[in-house]
């Protein structure tokens, strides 16, 4: 596995989902950003989605987004005002987000391998910090848009 191929995938592919379905204009942060120095803890709420997948790389995949963030795209993908937006939809444009993404990335990094994706779950975020060191290969891009930054990793559990 090729790691620089892989990190190109997974930008293509978080530009692609992002920019052309939620409208949100983003760049990527430099790569050394430690997620955990993003939020304020204990003062942003973070939704946390997670997404198992198998095949020739097995491991999965976290999505997170301060919650604000997420009901500001909720309500625009749905035409509506964030006011009427649930935690459910909320929760569920943020799981299908990350199946959008790892989709995506696994199609661009090799159109002719089949993997198998699980269903997308929220985590707690202090689960993740938890998870963020105990994988063998970990991908992890930061992605700074106009009103915040979001976080999307990678762990591979072999290669």
Request: glycine share 4%; aromatic share 10%.
């Amino acid at each position: 596995m090729k790691n620089k191929d892989m990190t190109t995938a997974m930008k293509n592919s978080i530009s692609e989902v992002l920019e052309t379905m939620f409208f949100l204009s983003l760049d990527f942060f430099h790569n050394d950003a430690d997620i955990r120095d993003l939020w304020t803890m204990g003062k942003d709420q973070i939704v946390a989605a997670k997404l198992n997948f198998s095949g020739p790389l097995s491991g999965y995949a976290i999505f997170c987004i301060p919650k604000k963030s997420a009901v500001s795209i909720t309500a625009d993908f749905m035409g509506k005002d964030e006011e009427e937006i649930s935690d459910d939809q909320t929760n569920g444009t943020v799981k299908e987000i990350i199946n959008m993404i790892i989709g995506n990335t696994f199609s661009r990094y090799d159109p002719d391998v089949v993997f198998d994706l699980g269903v997308p779950e929220l985590v707690t975020f202090n689960d993740f910090l938890k998870e963020v060191s105990d994988s063998e290969k970990r991908f992890s891009v930061v992605i700074e848009t106009l009103e915040n930054y979001l976080a999307f990793q990678m762990n591979i559990k072999n290669a």
